[in-house]
């Protein structure tokens, strides 16, 4: 089987790519931007494409020949730029992508979306808490999180005037594992200053998925035919107050460097909330990303927990690799690429 991934020189992107090689298929990749691992991606035997999803002609080059498309391009986590760029990136890039798709004669598609067009579950601030699921509230809390749910409007449009197009849509919680450049990393780093800043009593409930997890999912949707037309939740076992995380984190520091401790300081939530916004639109006049922004802050609150019980029962899905060892893989990687 052919396969492309795009957005495959990305995190996430990389390790299915990487997934796809193993199980015997052939894999295209199209990003449009090199990535830390495009070497590696290229000595295992992908055909790279660099170019982007927005672009007509790169989308039908990258297609042409291939039985699966694995969708994950998309703007993300981009600050200072216009609602255009995500517009035309996450909603815009799909009409395109399924046009061609049906077009060139690709048999599946999955469309890699976000736990995040659930917005904060309100229901685990319940006594117990009560977890979120595919059918729980569609409120996204920012743009990228509005797009991503647009473009999953944008397949139901097109599946419904195509009801024989197999489409299937994930919604990944956070996923994280080795090569993750972003929120993971930033943990482990401050924690390795032996001090970790919680916004609040760090009791937000937060949903990981180990990156090797989540490619399973692909696999288990390809062999599972009735999965055309559905949308699953894809997590790992459970999940976990912010502060567990930080102090598993902090456990791992410790077993390499004796004697170390992490401190953990808990600030007022709405003070540092209010403030995010004043430097995330000062910073709108200076170069690079903000060090502070509603977003980073709103990590502090809201509430991501999930039952798996749709994706268990109708793919088998089951996560192989828990908390305490993905965050253990992740921490070794980035001891030895030199990100800690």
């Not at 904060?120 to 569609?138: F, H, K, Q, R």
Request: net charge neutral.
């Amino acid at each position: 089987m052919k396969i492309l991934v795009t957005g495959g020189t990305g995190f996430t992107g990389s390790h299915l790519v990487k997934h796809v090689l193993r199980e015997g298929n052939k894999c295209v990749v199209l990003d449009n931007q090199e990535g830390i691992m495009l070497d590696e991606l290229k000595s295992l035997g992908a055909e790279v494409h660099l170019g982007s999803v927005t672009n007509e002609a790169d989308v039908r080059n990258a297609v042409r020949g291939c039985d699966a498309v694995y969708h994950l391009a998309a703007a993300f986590r981009k600050i200072n730029v216009s609602h255009q760029v995500y517009d035309d990136t996450n909603v815009h890039a799909m009409d395109t992508l399924l046009r061609i798709c049906k077009e060139e004669g690709v048999k599946k598609v999955i469309y890699c979306s976000t736990q995040g067009v659930h917005g904060d579950i309100a229901s685990l601030g319940e006594n117990p808490p009560v977890p979120g699921s595919e059918d729980s509230p569609i409120k996204p809390e920012d743009y990228y999180q509005k797009t991503k749910y647009e473009g999953e409007m944008r397949v139901a449009e097109f599946c419904k005037v195509n009801p024989d197009f197999d489409v299937t849509i994930l919604r990944p919680t956070a996923l994280y594992g080795p090569g993750d450049p972003a929120r993971f990393l930033m943990l482990f780093k401050q924690v390795k200053k032996g001090w970790f800043p919680f916004f609040g009593k760090g009791d937000a409930f937060y949903h990981p998925v180990y990156v090797e997890n989540f490619c399973d999912a692909f696999t288990l949707v390809m062999q599972h035919p009735e999965s055309k037309g559905r949308t699953y939740i894809i997590a790992d076992d459970r999940y976990f107050h912010i502060r567990e995380i930080v102090q598993k984190i902090a456990d791992i520091e410790a077993a390499d460097r004796p004697g170390f401790k992490c401190r953990m300081i808990f600030l007022p939530f709405y003070p540092m909330y209010w403030l995010s916004f004043i430097v995330a639109a000062i910073w709108k006049l200076l170069p690079g990303d903000p060090p502070l922004f509603p977003r980073r802050v709103d990590w502090y609150r809201q509430n991501r927990g999930f039952v798996i019980d749709k994706a268990r029962k109708e793919l088998g899905y089951e996560p192989k690799v828990k908390l305490d060892e993905g965050l253990k893989l992740a921490y070794d990687w980035y001891k030895k690429n030199g990100y800690l």
